[in-house]
């Protein structure tokens, strides 16, 4: 049986791939962190009783600052594929928090890749690197490949850059087979929920069911490539599964203004919306509704507002990827579109806030989490 490593199994695309490697017979370890709350929320479905002999995923306390954990658990887990997904993802969040950012997003992946050589692992094990199109920051070519120069334009997509260079030189110094998956924005009803498609989907949610009265965005003028998360973690074990490793593109070759994606979120609720205003001033108002999936709102309503609080210091205006080296080498294309999973959020971040209305209903107030 195959062992694979993984590190943030707790976030988004870690609990994807946990449930995909699991399904492909994999035993499946994961390091999770201590936190004062659960924090296992994505991965409890497929848990499973640690004092039965049958169970295949395993989770260890740990963290990418301590070098001491990571060494220990690779000696002991010796696993055939490690998957260094943890980081602190947050884009807007690096510029508060650049250093922890760079510790963990980049000197995480440099220990985890010298444990491996000090371990004596090297040919044992291979390593996939969560890239990310954060690289080209400042864009230096349209669409994004593999060879486009990179650009990047914030804390932790500096901090990113170093680990997908550190990757490429300990293949190149020490023949490991590491290679980084240059990945585009990629989403599913598991997104965090301060990233913008979540905070889209999930707020007018809310405020389709009057749980809150407007959504505050920041540059809803970006453009992204986004696919869906489950696409994108095939694609990451994929990238394991070859004679030689190589760093790939990963992205749908489409992109939409963040806009758009507020506009698809409303109509999956009945809505149209009017984009009235500039810059700051801007506004989205309920122009028309047509079903019965936003009971707290009537036309003429403000639903979208601009607050500077959520424009970057500097910002990436554009993204959009070329994933021909994908499709051509491995085969590999991706199956859902952003539409169709916008439609899949909204239905899920609805079914939530109608749970907790209903519960208000019956004056159980639940407490409902905007900030960030
Ligand atoms: P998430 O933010 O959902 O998950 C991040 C994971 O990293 C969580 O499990 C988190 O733990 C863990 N983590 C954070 N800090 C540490 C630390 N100090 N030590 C160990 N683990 C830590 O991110 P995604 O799943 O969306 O992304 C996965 C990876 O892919 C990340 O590296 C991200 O930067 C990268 N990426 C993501 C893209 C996307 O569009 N989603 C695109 C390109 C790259 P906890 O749950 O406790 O917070
Ligand atoms: P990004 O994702 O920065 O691309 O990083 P995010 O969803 O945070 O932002 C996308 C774009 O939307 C604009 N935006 C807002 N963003 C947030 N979070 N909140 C807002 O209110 C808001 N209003 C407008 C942003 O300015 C940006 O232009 C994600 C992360 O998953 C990274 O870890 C990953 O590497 C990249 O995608 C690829």
Redesign the pocket.
């Known amino acids: 049986m195959k062992k694979a490593l993984i ?8 609990s994807y791939l946990a449930e995909f490697l699991l399904e492909k017979g994999y035993e499946v370890h994961g ?3 201590r ?1 004062s709350l659960f ?1 296992t929320q994505r991965v409890d479905h497929i848990y499973e009783d640690p004092h039965t002999d049958k169970a295949r995923l395993k989770l260890h306390y ?4 301590d070098t001491s954990n990571l060494t220990r658990l690779l000696s002991d887990i010796q696993p055939d594929e490690v998957y ?7 884009v807007a969040v690096s510029f508060e928090a650049p250093e922890y950012t760079a510790d ?2 980049a000197t ?1 992946t440099l220990r985890l890749l010298e444990a491996i050589r000090f371990l004596g692992l090297e040919k044992k094990t291979r390593f996939y690197q ?5 690289l080209f920051g400042k864009v230096q070519e349209i669409p994004q490949k593999e060879t486009t120069p990179f650009y990047p334009r914030s804390p ?1 997509a500096v901090a ?1 850059m170093y680990a997908y260079w550190i990757t490429v030189n300990y293949r190149e110094s020490y023949g490991m087979y590491a290679c980084n998956g240059i ?5 599913s009803p598991r ?2 929920e301060t ?1 913008v498609t979540r905070k889209i989907t999930r707020g007018l949610s809310n405020i389709a069911m009057g749980l809150e009265p407007c959504l505050y965005m920041g540059n809803i003028d970006a453009l992204r490539d986004w696919g869906h ?1 489950k696409d994108y973690v095939r694609m990451q074990w994929m990238m394991l599964q070859q004679d030689e490793p190589e760093d790939f593109v990963i992205a749908t070759g489409v992109q939409y203004s963040v806009r758009e994606f507020i506009t698809w979120t409303a109509r999956e609720l009945g809505m149209e919306l009017e984009f009235k205003g500039e810059g700051v001033e801007e506004t989205a108002t309920v122009a028309a509704i047509t079903g019965d999936k936003a009971p707290a709102l009537k036309v003429g309503d403000v639903i979208m507002r601009i607050d500077p609080r959520y424009f970057r210091p500097a910002e990436v205006e554009t993204l959009l990827g070329d994933p021909t080296k994908a499709k051509e080498k491995l085969g590999w294309v991706p199956e859902i579109t952003a539409q169709e999973m916008c439609a899949e959020m909204v239905e899920e971040d609805l079914k939530a806030a109608k749970r907790i209305a209903l519960l208000k209903e019956h004056g159980l107030e639940l407490p409902v989490s905007v900030e960030g």
């Not at 590190?7 to 870690?14: E, F, K, L, M, V």
Request: net charge negative; no cysteine.
């Open positions: 590190t943030g199994i707790t976030g988004q695309d870690g390091i999770k962190r936190a924090n740990g963290d990418l600052t260094n997904l943890g980081a602190q993802s947050h963990v997003d995480g969560a890239s990310t199109s954060e932790y990113k990945l585009f924005n990629h989403e997104r965090g990233f998360a």
